[in-house]
């Protein structure tokens, strides 16, 4: 069964401590990876979108890169602002010989940044 | 607008009630998605629309569970009979182009509408 898996589920981080939040994904026929940031009470806000294995975006504090297997979000010293929900999400054929438009999202990882 | 608009924000509903939920899009946007989110979990699909086309409807969990879009715009999600498990956060999401042909355009999503069935 196609899956997107992120890790971990919690992350508490103090100002300035850079790490990085993992999604992996077992589908077939990838068509893109997208990663949003949502705030409580808010919907999912877009933040990038990888397309194939080495492509590394970036945004502020944010980089996201991807492989064959997972792409990562790392976040160099990271401000109480980054403090949200990150959502993983893949776009891949879902249908044998047709594109694919459906996002299937991972549960999120919930990044809290103390000052 | 500039983003994609959802009311109500909050409904509280008996359940069996019926409920109609409301989704204005980015304007000229072609595609409209409705997700549910559960608490603590990431949003699941329910529907597709490109304009007034109903392309996918996969994801609605039962047949209480109907949308529309006539006008190729503002869409609306219809739950009849309401139950309890039917509580979650319905996300409304719009991209400018047909995801049919070209799925490299991102989903821009609303705020939602959380739904309480009690």
């Known amino acids: 069964e196609d899956q997107v898996t992120q890790s971990p589920e919690a992350l508490r981080l103090q100002e300035g401590e850079s790490s990085s939040l993992n999604c992996s994904y077992t589908v077939s026929g990838l068509r893109g990876l997208f990663w949003y940031r949502q705030d409580p009470g808010k919907g999912p806000e877009f933040l990038f979108t990888?397309?194939?294995a080495g492509e590394e975006k970036e945004k502020e504090r944010l980089k996201a890169t991807l492989t064959k297997k997972e792409s990562f979000l790392h976040i160099t010293a990271p401000k109480p602002e980054d403090s949200a929900t990150y959502l993983c999400a893949v776009r891949h054929d879902i249908y044998s010989g047709a594109g694919s438009y459906q996002l299937t999202f991972g549960k999120g990882t919930k990044l809290s940044v103390i000052p | 607008g500039a983003g994609v608009s959802q009311s109500p924000r909050y409904k509280v509903a008996k359940r069996g009630q019926d409920v109609a939920l409301r989704c204005d899009p980015i304007?000229?946007?072609?595609?409209l998605f409705w997700y549910q989110q559960a608490l603590g979990q990431g949003p699941e699909f329910l529907t597709y629309?490109?304009?007034?086309?109903?392309?996918?409807k996969s994801g609605l969990p039962s047949d209480r569970f109907f949308a529309e879009r006539p006008e190729g715009s503002v869409s609306t999600l219809k739950i009849q009979r309401t139950q309890q498990e039917d509580s979650a956060v319905y996300l409304c999401a719009s991209s400018l182009v047909s995801l049919i042909s070209s799925y490299n355009s991102p989903l821009h999503f609303g705020n939602g509408t959380r739904l309480t069935v009690t």
């Open positions: 304007s000229g946007h072609v595609s």
């Open positions: 629309f490109q304009n007034e086309a109903q392309l996918d």
């Open positions: 990888l397309y194939s």
